[in-house]
């Protein structure tokens, strides 16, 4: 027996967003230059210093750009001093937002300010992500990001769950919604493309590109204070599966379903889900595997087809999805990171607005 | 609200050695997870999420090696989290698995943190070809001697004390099983003529290299309830960074090291903490590191640290013992090396160290730290639960 | 504002690994044109076979052969191939469920076209020529329209068997510092040392990193410190670095430019090694080409207070 399904003491909300606007490359900036300003805005929005802050964690990777204890360098742009109450994944920032989300739940701190990066144009990260597969046996093939999406998205069309004109659509749907995101790399009318590794063409693919994120989290009336609108996490969880793609079914993501059904998603209808779904066929599983109908608006960001800044793509679907409470476009929403080949590792949120 | 108190029902390690050839990285941290399940008498099926954490994912060459372990650690159809804070790595894991059952989101958590360093070479992955860097001059001893001499500066130690600490550490490690060195003819003598390397720090002063892994099971006050072995009960656990380098950082007794004790102690209610906590298991990975740290952590006044150790207080069987496991010197799977002190600290409470057991021991604090003397985590375990 | 620097920065690493019992068998197997799988409790056959069971979390142990042959369950035609990859010419990747196992093998198929290639189509394993034991052993898959082969009874009993592998890894990068970091790398190949001022605390950060690490503020008056600085403190490193090709014992030191609120690290030269001491005034030793100060030297000013730079050690 677990005390999993006692409902949370405390309520903990996004009160404040901020992402850089996400490009192919950041060159003539450092991880911290990059990720400075986007601190300073979820600051600024709601008047906290980081000496206000309760806790403060980030998700990052080492592989992404080269270089060990990257995070610890992007640390010097949090203004750590006098010293924080400070955690890091080495995960989708989307994960990161979660270790804070039950740190607030003890009640050991008020506030937590959530951020992470991801500078892709350094390395190739078609080649870096082969590193994430199984050392002995898969890794050696050095096989791509791509190569593994388009596996699973031929998975998909034989089972008869999709075309290559609908994984079109969902590309072009999410680079039209992009055009009103001022934050997105890739947005408006875009070819389709020749395949990359077939079925998967250019625009079935996210773009390659560089970006940071911040969160900041409040509980109760704290949220109250600093945001007009909290978006309230009603609920939140993550879920793995195995690793071999050959054990799993591509076709299908219980990990997500899972996630969803521990967040209490499925309790009520949302109107608006922001999925991470770097390739447009992992849309299509997504959605069925959440149970989103065509009456819930999918990724009105554009998503990661827009802009795919790795280890914070995760984070921006939940800001994204709060920033909507917050604006009142939205009631109830869900939010989705994964991780991992093939949508390996999935996490869910709930968010909600206060009845209006 | 109040949280959930966290109790430590199951321990598990690998024997620690230079490289375990026998075994994959799954194997490996399966080792010590399976142990830990054994010591809590529970199986794959009672656990609700898994924590895990590492020190950079260079060092063995998969990154986010957790993606892959999702099957040998059981955590197939849960929760997994990754954390990495550099050295301190081993004790944030511990910690925010304890937030997770103490936040009331899981009842019994696994926590496991490894590293393999023979997978490759750790100086490799410390010092990657970064352009228009200066190459590293020193090695990693060099980064931390000139801190050990600024200590000695200023507390003006007799040159001898790195020595006392590394001479007490090893001794202990042979009555620690799993521990990786067991030097069986180490002598006071052996360690003082072994060669300096970055004077003022000798090679019998400095760590290992260990491929190695260490487990433990938290789990809340029902699932205490249901251990089958005394439990270790968290009586406070905090974490503080502060930025690598910046001016006016006291790299011999760091800001964030005095703020993270500090938090424990008020959490746990220790007024006087040389006189309240029974021994410590810090992470010193250089023995210098000892006195520093008894100072950092409240143990003596600045600039006394020196004379605990050389009036024998930290032996095992001094009044304040430290590292009775032999510590980070005698065992360093640098990402498990945090979470080992952790959880040597939980054994001593529930008195099941074995041959390194201090009697009526407590109140133990496990210490670890990271990065360049940056990131610390702590946490005070007891053999009664807070609210007793 | 200068141009900001970029270089290649290779990271590359011959990984040693080690295998374990199960994997052992599966990669000396390959090497004896053998392929094994593993059997679950419940009966079904993993390949390739791991070591723990994705559902229940079992060590799985019993390994049984399976055939070369199998069919295709997905697939993805890739037509330009990347480096380390199975084909150099365009290929096919599939996942393969051998005959006689439930799960599926990731590997490469040798098809003339993406027409030629569907799934549940037949395939077979094509040996690599030289085998080694590991995954490249399997050259490829091959298409085969026979029948299905007859595996043997091998146990993974081997006489010979491989304890480990090394896997060789190459990743690329283009390294670039940003702003801050190619301003300084620029001013110092005048043999200049510039670092940057913080707007709120004023301190003045060399290297400058373009944030004020206590403030969490952008950095950017740029400030001259130096060329003199105060050895804060230092160690005698007495063992050789494999890559650096200095003499030992020598003396890498912590130094206080002059001006700068932070020291940097360098090494003494000029000095018996042993005469080296906190306080000690220095300053750079530059040659020709080379972007930092080959080391440090004596100025032959009289040493500094101790309470001048104790807050700068």
């Given at each position: 027996?677990?005390?999993?399904?006692?409902?949370?003491?405390?309520?903990?909300?996004?009160?404040?967003?901020?992402?850089?606007?996400?490009?192919?490359?950041?060159?003539?900036?450092?991880?911290?230059?990059?990720?400075?300003?986007?601190?300073?805005?979820?600051?600024?929005q709601?008047?906290?210093?980081?000496?206000?802050?309760?806790?403060?964690?980030?998700?990052?990777?080492?592989?992404?750009?080269?270089?060990?204890?990257?995070?610890?360098?992007?640390?010097?742009?949090?203004?750590?001093?006098?010293?924080?109450?400070?955690?890091?994944?080495?995960?989708?920032?989307?994960?990161?937002?979660?270790?804070?989300?039950?740190?607030?739940?003890?009640?050991?701190?008020?506030?937590?300010?959530?951020?992470?990066?991801?500078?892709?144009?350094?390395?190739?990260?078609?080649?870096?992500?082969?590193?994430?597969l199984?050392?002995?046996?898969?890794?050696?093939?050095?096989?791509?990001?791509?190569?593994?999406?388009?596996?699973?998205a031929?998975?998909?069309?034989?089972?008869?769950?999709?075309?290559?004109?609908?994984?079109?659509?969902?590309?072009?749907?999410?680079?039209?919604?992009?055009?009103?995101n001022?934050?997105?790399?890739?947005?408006?009318?875009?070819?389709?493309?020749?395949?990359?590794?077939?079925?998967?063409?250019?625009?079935?693919?996210?773009?390659?590109?560089?970006?940071?994120?911040?969160?900041?989290?409040?509980?109760?009336?704290?949220?109250?204070?600093?945001?007009?609108?909290?978006?309230?996490?009603?609920?939140?969880?993550?879920?793995?599966?195995?690793?071999?793609?050959?054990?799993?079914?591509?076709?299908?993501?219980?990990?997500?379903?899972?996630?969803?059904?521990?967040?209490?998603?499925?309790?009520?209808?949302?109107?608006?889900?922001?999925?991470?779904?770097?390739?447009?066929?992992?849309?299509?599983?997504?959605?069925?595997?959440?149970?989103?109908?065509?009456?819930?608006?999918?990724?009105?960001?554009?998503?990661a087809?827009?802009?795919?800044?790795?280890?914070?793509?995760?984070?921006?679907?939940?800001?994204?999805?709060?920033?909507?409470?917050?604006?009142?476009?939205?009631?109830?929403?869900?939010?989705?990171?994964?991780?991992?080949?093939c949508?390996?590792?999935?996490?869910?949120?709930?968010?909600?607005?206060?009845?209006? | 609200?109040?949280?959930?108190?966290?109790?430590v029902?199951?321990?598990?390690?690998?024997?620690?050695?230079?490289?375990?050839?026998?075994?994959?990285?799954?194997?490996?941290?399966r080792?010590?997870?399976?142990?830990?399940?054994?010591?809590?008498?529970?199986?794959?099926?009672?656990?609700?999420?898994?924590?895990?954490?590492?020190?950079?994912?260079?060092?063995?060459?998969?990154?986010?090696?957790?993606?892959?372990?999702?099957?040998?650690?059981?955590?197939?159809?849960?929760?997994?989290?990754?954390?990495?804070t550099?050295g301190?790595?081993?004790?944030?894991?511990?910690?925010?698995?304890?937030?997770?059952?103490?936040?009331?989101?899981?009842?019994?958590?696994?926590?496991?943190?490894?590293?393999?360093?023979?997978?490759?070479?750790?100086?490799?992955?410390?010092?990657?070809?970064?352009?228009?860097?200066?190459p590293?001059?020193?090695?990693?001893?060099?980064?931390?001697?000139?801190?050990?001499?600024?200590?000695?500066?200023?507390?003006?130690?007799?040159?001898?004390?790195?020595?006392?600490?590394?001479?007490?550490?090893?001794?202990?490690?042979?009555?620690n099983?799993?521990?990786?060195?067991?030097?069986?003819?180490?002598?006071?003598?052996?360690?003082?003529?072994?060669?300096m390397?970055?004077?003022?720090?000798?090679?019998?002063?400095?760590?290992?290299?260990?491929?190695?892994?260490?487990?433990?099971?938290?789990?809340?006050?029902?699932?205490?309830?249901?251990?089958?072995?005394?439990?270790?009960?968290?009586?406070?656990?905090?974490?503080?960074?502060?930025?690598?380098?910046?001016?006016?950082?006291?790299?011999?007794?760091?800001?964030?090291?005095?703020?993270?004790?500090?938090?424990?102690?008020?959490?746990?209610?220790?007024a006087?903490?040389?006189?309240?906590?029974?021994a410590?298991?810090?992470?010193?990975?250089?023995?210098?590191?000892?006195?520093?740290?008894?100072?950092?952590?409240?143990?003596?006044?600045?600039?006394?640290?020196?004379?605990?150790?050389?009036?024998?207080?930290?032996?095992?069987?001094?009044?304040?013992?430290?590292?009775?496991?032999?510590?980070?010197?005698?065992?360093?799977?640098?990402?498990?090396?945090?979470?080992?002190?952790?959880?040597?600290?939980?054994?001593?409470?529930?008195?099941?160290?074995?041959?390194?057991?201090?009697?009526?021991?407590?109140?133990?604090?496990?210490?670890?730290?990271?990065?360049?003397?940056?990131?610390?985590?702590?946490?005070?375990?007891?053999?009664?639960?807070?609210?007793? | 504002?200068?141009?900001?620097?970029?270089?290649?920065?290779?990271?590359?690493?011959?990984?040693?690994?080690?295998?374990?019992?199960?994997?052992?068998?599966?990669?000396?197997g390959?090497?004896?044109?053998?392929?094994?799988?593993?059997?679950?409790?419940?009966?079904?056959?993993?390949?390739?076979?791991?070591?723990?069971?994705?559902v229940?979390?079992?060590?799985?142990?019993?390994?049984?052969?399976?055939?070369?042959t199998?069919?295709?369950?997905?697939?993805?035609?890739?037509?330009?191939?990347?480096?380390?990859?199975?084909?150099?010419?365009?290929?096919?990747?599939?996942?393969?469920?051998?005959?006689?196992?439930?799960t599926?093998?990731?590997?490469?198929?040798?098809?003339p076209?993406?027409?030629?290639?569907?799934?549940?189509?037949?395939?077979?394993?094509?040996?690599?020529?030289?085998?080694?034991?590991?995954?490249?052993?399997?050259a490829?898959f091959?298409?085969?329209?026979?029948p299905?082969?007859?595996?043997?009874?091998?146990?993974?009993?081997?006489?010979?068997?491989?304890?480990?592998?090394?896997?060789?890894?190459?990743?690329?990068?283009?390294?670039?510092?940003?702003?801050?970091?190619?301003?300084?790398?620029?001013?110092?190949?005048?043999?200049?040392?510039?670092?940057?001022?913080?707007?709120?605390?004023?301190?003045?950060?060399?290297?400058?990193?373009?944030?004020?690490?206590?403030?969490?503020?952008?950095?950017?008056?740029?400030?001259?410190?130096?060329?003199?600085?105060?050895?804060?403190?230092?160690?005698?490193?007495?063992?050789?670095?494999?890559?650096?090709?200095?003499?030992?014992?020598?003396?890498?030191?912590?130094?206080?430019?002059?001006?700068?609120?932070?020291?940097?690290?360098?090494?003494?030269?000029?000095?018996?090694?042993?005469?080296?001491?906190?306080?000690?005034?220095?300053?750079?030793?530059?040659?020709?080409?080379?972007?930092?100060?080959?080391?440090?030297?004596?100025?032959?000013?009289?040493?500094?207070?101790?309470?001048?730079?104790?807050?700068?050690?």
């Amino acid at each position: 027996m677990t005390s999993e399904e006692a409902p949370a003491a405390r309520d903990v909300a996004v009160v404040a967003f901020a992402q850089t606007d996400h490009r192919r490359s950041t060159a003539e900036s450092s991880e911290v230059e990059m990720l400075m300003p986007v601190l300073h805005d979820v600051l600024a929005q709601t008047g906290l210093k980081t000496a206000d802050i309760g806790f403060t964690c980030s998700g990052s990777s080492d592989y992404l750009a080269g270089r060990a204890f990257s995070f610890t360098m992007a640390l010097d742009g949090v203004g750590a001093w006098p010293p924080v109450s400070e955690s890091h994944v080495e995960m989708d920032g989307a994960w990161a937002l979660y270790e804070a989300w039950t740190k607030l739940l003890t009640g050991d701190a008020d506030t937590a300010l959530v951020y992470s990066y991801g500078k892709c144009s350094p390395g190739s990260v078609r080649d870096v992500l082969t590193r994430q597969l199984d050392p002995y046996y898969v890794a050696p093939l050095w096989p791509d990001s791509i190569a593994l999406a388009a596996l699973q998205a031929q998975a998909l069309i034989d089972a008869g769950h999709t075309d290559e004109p609908a994984l079109a659509a969902v590309g072009a749907r999410s680079r039209a919604d992009a055009a009103a995101n001022p934050h997105a790399q890739l947005k408006g009318r875009q070819p389709q493309g020749d395949y990359v590794v077939r079925p998967l063409r250019t625009g079935d693919c996210p773009p390659v590109g560089d970006g940071a994120a911040a969160v900041i989290l409040a509980a109760g009336e704290r949220a109250r204070e600093l945001c007009a609108r909290p978006a309230w996490i009603r609920g939140i969880d993550h879920r793995i599966e195995a690793h071999g793609l050959g054990v799993r079914d591509l076709t299908d993501s219980p990990s997500a379903r899972l996630a969803a059904e521990k967040a209490g998603v499925f309790e009520r209808p949302v109107d608006t889900a922001e999925l991470h779904a770097p390739f447009s066929a992992q849309e299509v599983i997504l959605r069925r595997a959440l149970r989103l109908g065509d009456d819930v608006r999918v990724n009105p960001s554009g998503g990661a087809l827009a802009a795919n800044p790795v280890m914070a793509a995760g984070l921006i679907r939940i800001g994204e999805a709060a920033t909507r409470i917050h604006r009142g476009t939205s009631d109830r929403a869900l939010a989705h990171a994964t991780s991992g080949p093939c949508l390996q590792q999935n996490l869910v949120a709930v968010l909600e607005g206060d009845p209006r | 609200m109040s949280k959930e108190p966290v109790a430590v029902t199951g321990i598990g390690q690998t024997k620690h050695v230079a490289a375990r050839r026998d075994v994959s990285i799954a194997g490996l941290v399966r080792e010590a997870a399976r142990s830990a399940l054994d010591d809590a008498e529970l199986t794959w099926a009672d656990i609700d999420a898994v924590v895990i954490g590492k020190a950079p994912d260079f060092f063995e060459g998969v990154m986010m090696p957790e993606l892959y372990l999702a099957d040998a650690l059981g955590a197939v159809g849960k929760p997994m989290l990754r954390v990495h804070t550099a050295g301190s790595v081993g004790g944030s894991t511990a910690l925010v698995a304890a937030g997770l059952v103490a936040a009331r989101v899981h009842g019994t958590v696994l926590t496991l943190a490894f590293e393999k360093q023979s997978e490759s070479n750790a100086m490799w992955g410390l010092s990657l070809p970064i352009p228009f860097q200066q190459p590293l001059l020193a090695g990693a001893g060099g980064f931390f001697a000139p801190h050990v001499r600024a200590y000695m500066r200023r507390s003006g130690a007799p040159d001898t004390i790195g020595s006392l600490v590394a001479y007490k550490d090893r001794r202990n490690a042979l009555k620690n099983p799993c521990a990786h060195l067991h030097e069986h003819d180490i002598t006071l003598e052996k360690v003082q003529a072994s060669p300096m390397l970055w004077d003022p720090i000798r090679y019998s002063e400095t760590c290992p290299s260990s491929d190695g892994a260490c487990a433990m099971v938290l789990t809340d006050r029902a699932g205490a309830a249901r251990a089958p072995r005394p439990p270790a009960w968290m009586l406070g656990g905090a974490m503080r960074s502060e930025p690598t380098l910046f001016a006016g950082k006291d790299f011999v007794s760091p800001q964030a090291g005095k703020d993270c004790a500090a938090d424990v102690y008020r959490q746990a209610g220790i007024a006087d903490p040389r006189r309240d906590i029974d021994a410590v298991e810090m992470y010193v990975p250089f023995s210098w590191y000892e006195p520093m740290w008894l100072e950092n952590l409240g143990f003596a006044e600045e600039g006394e640290g020196w004379k605990l150790t050389e009036s024998g207080v930290t032996e095992l069987d001094g009044d304040l013992p430290v590292n009775m496991s032999g510590g980070v010197l005698s065992t360093n799977p640098i990402g498990a090396s945090g979470m080992i002190r952790f959880a040597e600290a939980a054994l001593q409470v529930r008195g099941q160290a074995g041959e390194h057991q201090v009697d009526g021991a407590r109140k133990v604090l496990g210490h670890a730290y990271g990065g360049g003397s940056q990131f610390f985590s702590m946490w005070l375990v007891g053999s009664m639960p807070p609210d007793a | 504002m200068p141009e900001v620097l970029q270089a290649p920065l290779v990271v590359e690493f011959p990984f040693t690994r080690s295998l374990g019992p199960v994997q052992s068998a599966f990669l000396t197997g390959l090497r004896e044109r053998v392929v094994l799988g593993v059997r679950t409790g419940d009966g079904r056959t993993l390949v390739p076979p791991v070591e723990y069971d994705p559902v229940t979390a079992e060590e799985i142990r019993d390994l049984v052969e399976v055939a070369p042959t199998g069919t295709v369950t997905t697939w993805a035609w890739n037509h330009e191939p990347r480096r380390g990859q199975p084909l150099d010419a365009p290929f096919a990747w599939v996942l393969v469920r051998l005959d006689g196992a439930d799960t599926a093998l990731l590997h490469a198929l040798d098809a003339p076209g993406p027409d030629a290639v569907h799934t549940g189509m037949r395939v077979r394993i094509r040996w690599a020529g030289e085998r080694t034991g590991a995954i490249t052993d399997i050259a490829c898959f091959e298409p085969y329209d026979g029948p299905a082969a007859q595996p043997g009874d091998h146990t993974g009993e081997f006489a010979a068997p491989l304890t480990g592998i090394v896997a060789p890894a190459r990743l690329d990068y283009t390294y670039s510092p940003g702003r801050a970091q190619s301003a300084y790398i620029h001013a110092l190949s005048q043999q200049r040392t510039v670092g940057e001022r913080c707007p709120s605390c004023r301190k003045v950060y060399v290297p400058p990193r373009g944030a004020c690490p206590t403030c969490g503020l952008a950095t950017a008056e740029q400030v001259e410190v130096g060329p003199r600085g105060t050895v804060t403190t230092f160690c005698i490193v007495n063992i050789k670095a494999k890559n650096l090709d200095i003499e030992v014992p020598y003396v890498y030191a912590h130094i206080a430019l002059d001006g700068a609120d932070l020291a940097l690290h360098a090494r003494i030269g000029g000095i018996p090694y042993d005469q080296v001491r906190m306080g000690l005034r220095v300053e750079p030793v530059w040659t020709e080409g080379a972007r930092f100060p080959d080391h440090y030297r004596p100025t032959g000013e009289p040493d500094a207070d101790y309470e001048t730079y104790k807050e700068l050690l």
